[in-house]
């Protein structure tokens, strides 16, 4: 199985698409349309080209068109937020080749050529982009298109901004082995609060527990172990910022076998402890 291709809808028969976003958004689909993602208040794994990352509030990433990719979100109590974040779609004919051609766009030119491989945001970015964003899921006509341009105005000036997907990455990329990916990323993000052996994995990527290991390193960077580590991680920093929950439940909620794993884990990929972490937003 391939990527999907999805058909985006323009409501207002424009070129430019705005919306909030309300679904899981976790099959692996390409569209040709450009797609600009900011993730309010939701958390979980985002899939772009070959990269994986963990990806937390104010996340914002720039896709361009026929880039397969997905997120999975983490959700509490089996639902998401609602209005969790905000998705922009346009056409790159939208904006035409004689405006994008002019010396004032040459920032914007720069911006979609990167998008090839997919771009992050940081967070200031993001919370800088976020009052347009909302602006343009309300609005029609000239003001989406104003907002919009302040928006790209954003992206453009970033100082912080990261590619995604590897140098060589091509959308012919082994299709097969992204379907064996994103599986097992669905296994590790439906499972994570329970114990997950790296043989239950190797049988859901069809592969023995000793190739699979090495592939999953290639593939997302990270070893088995500590990918999962980081998936939990992550979980128990919403949990710890979103709820009064107590730290020894959190632990094992998020699949922590013991509190003092759950700390050793804590510290080494946040830097602190639960309890400073959950202090900060206290």
Same mark, same amino acid.
């Given at each position: 199985?391939?990527?999907?291709?999805?058909?985006?809808?323009?409501?207002?028969?424009?070129?430019?698409?705005?919306?909030?976003?309300?679904?899981?958004?976790?099959?692996?689909?390409?569209?040709?349309?450009?797609?600009?993602?900011?993730?309010?208040?939701?958390?979980?794994?985002?899939?772009?080209?070959?990269?994986?990352?963990?990806?937390?509030?104010?996340?914002?990433?720039?896709?361009?068109?026929?880039?397969?990719?997905?997120?999975?979100?983490?959700?509490?109590?089996?639902?998401?937020?609602?209005?969790?974040?905000?998705?922009?779609?346009?056409?790159?004919?939208?904006?035409?080749?004689?405006?994008?051609?002019?010396?004032?766009?040459?920032?914007?030119?720069? $911006? #979609? =050529? &990167?998008?090839?491989?997919? !771009?992050?945001?940081?967070?200031? %970015?993001?919370?800088?982009?976020?009052?347009?964003?909302?602006?343009?899921?309300?609005?029609?006509?000239?003001?989406?298109?104003?907002?919009?341009?302040?928006?790209?105005?954003?992206?453009?000036?970033?100082?912080?901004?990261?590619?995604?997907?590897?140098?060589?990455?091509?959308?012919?990329?082994?299709?097969?082995?992204?379907?064996?990916?994103?599986?097992?990323?669905?296994?590790?993000?439906?499972?994570?609060?329970?114990?997950?052996?790296?043989?239950?994995?190797?049988?859901?990527?069809?592969?023995?527990?000793?190739?699979?290991?090495?592939?999953?390193?290639?593939?997302?960077?990270?070893?088995?172990?500590?990918?999962?580590?980081?998936?939990?991680?992550?979980?128990?920093?919403? $949990? #710890? =910022? &979103?709820?009064?929950?107590? !730290?020894?439940?959190?632990?094992? %909620?998020?699949?922590?076998?013991?509190?003092?794993?759950?700390?050793?884990?804590?510290?080494?990929?946040?830097?602190?402890?639960?309890?400073?972490?959950?202090?900060?937003?206290?």
């Amino acid at each position: 199985m391939v990527a999907e291709l999805e058909k985006i809808e323009y409501d207002d028969g424009g070129g430019f698409r705005a919306a909030y976003i309300t679904d899981t958004g976790s099959f692996w689909h390409f569209h040709p349309e450009y797609e600009l993602a900011l993730n309010i208040k939701s958390n979980g794994t985002r899939i772009i080209g070959d990269n994986v990352e963990l990806f937390d509030h104010y996340d914002m990433v720039l896709v361009a068109g026929s880039v397969p990719h997905c997120w999975n979100y983490y959700k509490t109590r089996d639902s998401l937020p609602e209005k969790h974040g905000i998705m922009v779609h346009f056409k790159l004919s939208s904006l035409g080749e004689p405006l994008l051609s002019q010396y004032e766009m040459s920032g914007v030119r720069e $911006l #979609l =050529r &990167e998008a090839e491989r997919g !771009i992050v945001f940081s967070i200031d %970015d993001a919370r800088m982009a976020e009052k347009h964003l909302v602006h343009m899921v309300e609005s029609k006509g000239i003001e989406k298109m104003i907002d919009f341009l302040y928006v790209l105005k954003i992206l453009c000036d970033s100082g912080k901004k990261a590619s995604l997907s590897s140098v060589n990455y091509r959308q012919t990329f082994d299709e097969r082995g992204n379907k064996r990916m994103n599986d097992v990323y669905n296994y590790i993000r439906e499972n994570y609060s329970t114990p997950v052996s790296l043989d239950k994995v190797a049988k859901v990527a069809r592969m023995s527990p000793f190739a699979f290991s090495r592939y999953f390193k290639k593939n997302s960077g990270a070893g088995f172990v500590e990918y999962v580590n980081r998936v939990r991680t992550n979980k128990a920093c919403y $949990l #710890l =910022r &979103e709820t009064d929950n107590q !730290i020894n439940g959190i632990a094992f %909620d998020c699949g922590f076998s013991s509190i003092s794993n759950f700390n050793k884990q804590f510290r080494k990929t946040e830097g602190i402890s639960p309890r400073d972490y959950r202090a900060q937003f206290r």
